[in-house]
């Protein structure tokens, strides 16, 4: 007890070495329980399903698939019970007379709720999707749409036109699968009159389906897949033609780690997951050599503790166990605080991650007992080396005096060297990680995309000209466009083969009011205009081979006249080059996907509520989101901005572990040296010659650290500027910044510690001894 | 006999000469003696006491403490010896700063397991005794130069020792700080405690019923 007692009081008395290594520890410990409790979830998705060493996804690199290709296989091969498909869409659900709803759904086969284990609150999982009219609510949606009441035999309606009964409640899909959160289930086969296209679930050439299959107990169907990818080569035209060529079946547990994304899935790259595992090691690592430096440094002054409880009759196992034992009370409060910082940065995590922590929810026994263990156990490690180091004194010490010169050198300059390489690669990544978001947000895209609206046209083909005719009546809006395909979707894929060589063409279909709202110029060719007539882009004919434009050209059977060439855009993400492009002219009478519109510079909040109040009368009601272009352009660029962030919090976490780790170093290494300055100054050295001196040592690891960030650094985001069509440079000024505000924040650190010994009586240093 | 040097050499290889420290020295010292260690500076007369002390080991020669042979015991078994029958004071006090006066008393009687109630009767006496029952919660750091050689006194004879061993204990005082602890060692003393001090004042040295030279690591 006295011995706690004498511990308590060392570190209320040395407040701040408790407070940078307790709050040091905990921040470290915070983001390794953040990211640990986030590798744990990732790897436990789709654990909770009772089929889940059963069921495989079929995935191919280059496509999804067809209707008719499950129930062919289910037919051909023992190995496979059932099949379930899934299909991902939105529309409008209709409660109540009068009340739309947005929603989003998953069109399966009636057997989802029995291959898969997602739990319903209301409903027989066997006959939820028995008839083509029923649908399952997600809780959620129930809630929003039935408050209390119970929504089981309620009628609801379905885009206006399709009546369906509920006949079950689900519960919200969990965080830990890999299908997305979706408000409703229904029975595919109501694709088929949702589409109005006969062929949904039956045209081999549909292939935009996810197709999940339950292998029988006790079969194998991942040994077939050869088997079913030489049938596919033989019979099914994508494989025929050579458009797909691989085919797997993904087991459930490893679809969320799967480079296909299917419709209404989610996935991680299992890259990611690997990067974060290591860097929870090297935090720890990291965070219990500063622990140990710290402590070591401060050993000078207990040292004489020590060797006085010696003297006295303290065997070194007994000093060896409170030194252990504080250790560990020092880690637990540590802990404390770190799990009191997870829970107040668990939201900000969860956006950075796009993830849900539920924190509260690992709070289990089994959990508590695990953490308290390793916590127990790194208390014990992280105490080990200084209370081995510190034990080790001798009581003769204490009595000449010696023991502050014999704890020499045990600080490794090794590690000090490596957390600022660390720290300066870090914040290199990050700073050309803004870099380039900035420069890909100010890109010049090739057209306008200021004060320019869109939203989803809804008002069906007949209405277009008296929509436009509505819209434009409001002061506020210059012009209005509609379009099927725009700069913000890349439009349709159109592929043929021109001269024995495939191409790929992206296709969208614009009114006449698209080109000057966009101020995309047009050079026009010497065919007269026709309404027929296409555009082509500036890549299309160098990709086609074309010097200048031909006067026609036959993409598939019909010969259509080029009446212009419009210069490139963008009009995909800057991952990728501007491909080659159609532009066809879009008639009045012709299917609308999007609405532009081009809105004067002031007054935009009421022009916009114009718009939305006549919009919304133009269409009945039905809900919809009006945005702005360039938001919507700058949305592309989400992931960079949290790549970004991430980097960059993780660059803070650095620098906070590397300016504690030169503290520990710099105390120690300064009461070292505390006789050495008293003398000095005595005969006269002023305190800048001594701030000088002190940090010569601390420069010369931090420039070391340097040479070794830089080309890592280089290295690591030279390649990850690989995946953009365009890029920033990596300019050297921003290594040197990062390597000066590195030093900067070293030599501050030093100098807070010299400074005191600089500015010391050297009466006292010299008395001490 | 409470304990005999004979032909005790310490040195240190210094620049592959052999620097004597200690030469030649035979002492013998029986229970309730009192003895003054002088000689000039440099001269060996901490070493030698650290050498009684058991802190720190010799080359050469033969120590017999209460029957053990010193010489021939591995260093944990002479490090029970010491915490056992010898009690330590140094010329700068050593307390524990963290510790209150009452709590420095305590600890080597912890590290001793002896049960609590017989504890605080003990360091009730010692601090009723050395008249410091008023200072009892004070840190070291509160106390006079004076003050803390006194519990510096009172902790090295809470575990009874046999032996007292103090190396310019009043090194750090003044002239009536220093005389006080000289009454206090005579008067312990005249209670039968063994005492061996080192000293450069031919005043303190007066105090003890024998007087040591050493010269150059050699006893004249
Ligand atoms: N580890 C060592 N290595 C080399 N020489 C040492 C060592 N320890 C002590 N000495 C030397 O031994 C001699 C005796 O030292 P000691 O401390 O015993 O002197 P002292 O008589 O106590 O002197 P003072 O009165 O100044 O305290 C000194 O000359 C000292 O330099
Ligand atoms: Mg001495």
């Not at chain 1, 993409?555 to 501007?578: A, C, H, S, T």
């Not at chain 2, 620097?19 to 035979?26: P, Y």
């Not at chain 2, 080359?59 to 915490?83: C, I, P, Q």
Request: charged share 20%.
């Amino acid at each position: 007890m006295i011995s706690l007692k004498a511990y308590l009081r060392h570190l209320i008395k040395n407040k701040l070495y408790t407070l940078v290594t307790v709050v040091g520890f905990a921040i470290s410990l915070t983001f390794v329980l953040l990211l640990s409790v986030y590798i744990k979830n990732e790897l436990s998705v789709d654990d909770f399903h009772k089929n889940k060493d059963r069921i495989y996804r079929i995935e191919s690199a280059d496509t999804d698939f067809s209707g008719p290709i499950a129930v062919n296989l289910r037919d051909t091969y023992a190995e496979i019970q059932d099949f379930v498909r899934t299909y991902e869409y939105q529309g409008i659900i209709t409660p109540k007379a009068n009340q739309n709803f947005n929603m989003g759904y998953l069109a399966v086969d009636n057997s989802f709720f029995e291959v898969f284990s997602y739990p319903l609150i209301k409903g027989d999982p066997s006959k939820v999707l028995a008839t083509k009219d029923q649908i399952v609510l997600s809780k959620s949606l129930a809630l929003r749409l039935f408050g209390t009441e119970d929504p089981v035999g309620k009628e609801v309606t379905i885009d206006t036109r399709l009546k369906f009964t509920v006949s079950g409640v689900m519960e919200d899909f969990p965080e830990n699968t890999h299908l997305k959160q979706q408000d409703a289930i229904i029975n595919i086969q109501n694709m088929v009159d949702i589409f109005e296209y006969e062929g949904f679930l039956t045209d081999i050439g549909f292939c935009s389906m996810s197709i999940y299959f339950l292998e029988k107990p006790n079969a194998d169907l991942r040994a077939k897949t050869s088997e079913v990818l030489k049938s596919f080569k033989k019979d099914f035209w994508l494989y025929q033609e050579g458009y797909a060529n691989t085919l797997y079946f993904t087991p459930l547990k490893e679809i969320y780690f799967s480079d296909k994304v299917g419709p209404g899935t989610k996935s991680n790259s299992r890259t990611l997951v690997v990067v974060l595992s290591v860097i929870v090691l090297l935090i720890l690592f990291l965070a219990i050599g500063n622990y140990v430096n710290l402590t070591i440094a401060q050993s000078t002054f207990r040292g004489r503790e020590v060797a006085i409880k010696k003297l006295l009759g303290g065997s070194k196992k007994q000093l060896f166990l409170q030194f252990i034992k504080e250790s560990i009370i020092l880690c637990l409060i540590a802990v404390s605080l770190s799990l009191l910082f997870a829970k107040l940065v668990e939201p900000v995590f969860n956006s950075l991650l796009e993830t849900k922590l539920h924190l509260n929810a690992q709070l289990t026994l089994g959990n508590l007992v695990l953490f308290s263990g390793v916590f127990i156990g790194i208390g014990f490690l992280s105490g080990l080396v200084p209370a081995l180091r510190i034990t080790s004194f001798k009581p003769i010490e204490v009595v000449k005096g010696t023991f502050r010169k014999k704890v020499k050198g045990v600080y490794g300059k090794a590690f000090i060297t490596f957390q600022y390489t660390v720290t300066i690669a870090l914040l290199a990544c990050s700073w050309i990680i803004v870099k380039q978001t900035y420069f890909l947000t100010e890109k010049d895209l090739g057209f306008k995309k200021e004060n320019i609206v869109w939203a989803p046209y809804l008002a069906g083909t007949q209405k277009k000209t008296a929509v436009k005719a509505e819209l434009m009546k409001i002061p506020g809006v210059e012009q209005v466009s509609l379009v099927w395909g725009s700069p913000l979707d890349g439009g349709s894929n159109q592929s043929f083969v021109y001269k024995e060589k495939p191409q790929s063409f992206q296709e969208i279909r614009v009114d006449s009011a698209f080109f000057s709202m966009f101020d995309i110029k047009i050079s026009p060719t010497d065919v007269a205009y026709s309404k027929e007539g296409v555009y082509f882009n500036q890549t299309a004919l160098n990709s086609l081979g074309f010097e200048s434009a031909p006067a026609s050209f036959k993409m598939y059977e019909r010969d259509e006249p080029i009446i212009g060439v419009v210069n490139d855009f963008n009009f995909k993400e800057l991952r990728q080059n501007i491909g080659p492009l159609v532009i066809r002219q879009q008639n009045d009478s012709a299917y609308a996907s999007k609405m532009f519109l081009k809105i004067k510079g002031n007054n935009q909040l009421a022009t916009l509520n114009q718009v939305k109040t006549t919009y919304t009368r133009l269409i009945d009601n039905l809900p919809f989101d009006i945005r702005f272009v360039d938001d919507t352009i700058d949305q592309w660029y989400v992931k960079e901005v949290k790549t970004g962030k991430i980097i960059g919090y993780f660059t803070l976490l650095s620098f906070i572990i590397s300016f504690i780790g030169i503290l520990a170093m710099s105390t120690f290494y300064i009461q070292q040296r505390y006789k050495e300055i008293g003398i000095r100054k005595v005969n006269g050295a002023s305190i800048t010659q001594i701030l000088a001196l002190l940090s010569k040592d601390f420069i010369k690891w931090v420039a070391l650290a340097f040479t070794i960030a830089v080309p890592i650094s280089w290295y690591a985001m030279g390649k990850w500027l690989e995946g953009f069509a365009y890029r920033t440079t990596i300019s050297w000024w921003i290594f040197v910044l990062a390597g000066l505000t590195a030093l900067t924040i070293a030599l501050l650190t030093v100098s807070w510690q010299s400074f005191r010994a600089a500015v010391a009586n050297p009466v006292n240093a010299l008395r001490e001894e | 006999m409470l304990l005999e040097l004979n032909n005790i050499f310490k040195w240190v290889q210094q620049g592959g000469q052999r620097v004597f420290l200690l030469k030649d020295i035979n002492l013998k010292v029986a229970e309730g003696e009192f003895i003054s260690v002088m000689g000039p500076s440099g001269s060996g007369k901490s070493t030698l006491l650290n050498v009684i002390g058991m802190l720190d080991g010799f080359n050469e020669g033969e120590y017999h403490f209460m029957d053990e042979s010193v010489h021939t015991l591995r260093e944990k078994h002479r490090a029970e010896l010491y915490k056992q029958y010898i009690g330590f004071v140094f010329q700068a006090y050593h307390l524990i700063d963290e510790l209150t006066v009452y709590e420095n008393l305590e600890m080597p009687l912890l590290y001793k397991k002896i049960k609590g109630s017989e504890r605080k009767a003990m360091v009730a006496d010692m601090l009723d005794r050395f008249n410091i029952v008023g200072k009892k919660d004070l840190f070291p750091t509160q106390l006079s130069g004076g003050q803390q050689q006194l519990v510096g006194v009172a902790r090295a004879l809470i575990s009874k020792p046999k032996l007292i061993l103090a190396d310019e204990p009043t090194g750090n005082l003044n002239s009536k700080q220093g005389q006080d602890i000289m009454e206090l060692f005579k008067q312990l003393n005249n209670e039968g405690v063994t005492i061996i001090q080192v000293t450069h004042s031919e005043k303190n040295a007066e105090y003890g019923s024998r007087i040591i030279q050493l010269l150059d690591g050699r006893k004249v």
